[in-house]
């Protein structure tokens, strides 16, 4: 089992720039493929990153694909999401997301996941 714990959003001007972090527990975190997904007001939860066990491969949502990056660090237990160039439509409550996997995929849909986050609030403004 892993615990997860974001950290890193807050308020930012439009074009502006965040750091995410996530911290997982456990001493098996090299063997999750992890994920960060957005939740706005009034919307469904969105896929927004994925990295594999390794970090070797990744993917993105359309919506943020050449503006955020997704990486780990599997000494440190940590994931993390740079926003660049973020939108008054990034706007919502990030959340970090672990499935055990050892195979190398990444995964993008939110009922694959098996542990989550409480969140954290980012908001851009205009």
């Known amino acids: 089992q892993v615990q997860l714990a974001e950290s890193g959003g807050g308020l930012v001007q439009a074009g502006g720039s965040l750091r995410l972090s996530c911290a997982a527990s456990?001493?098996?975190?090299?063997?999750?493929?992890m994920g960060w997904f957005q939740q706005a007001p009034g919307k469904e939860r969105e896929f927004v990153a994925a990295?594999?066990?390794?970090?070797?491969?990744?993917g993105y949502a359309e919506s943020v694909k050449g503006r955020f990056t997704i990486s780990r660090d599997n000494a440190k237990n940590m994931v993390y999401l740079q926003m660049n160039s973020l939108k008054p439509e990034d706007t919502a409550v990030y959340y970090c997301?672990?499935?055990?996997?050892?195979?190398?995929?990444?995964?993008?849909?939110?009922?694959?996941?098996?542990?989550w986050g409480q969140g954290t609030q980012v908001t851009v403004s205009s």
């Open positions: 990295i594999s066990w390794s970090g070797g491969t990744t």
């Open positions: 997301a672990a499935v055990l996997d050892y195979s190398g995929n990444y995964y993008t849909r939110g009922a694959e996941y098996d542990y």
């Open positions: 456990g001493r098996t975190f090299y063997t999750y493929a």
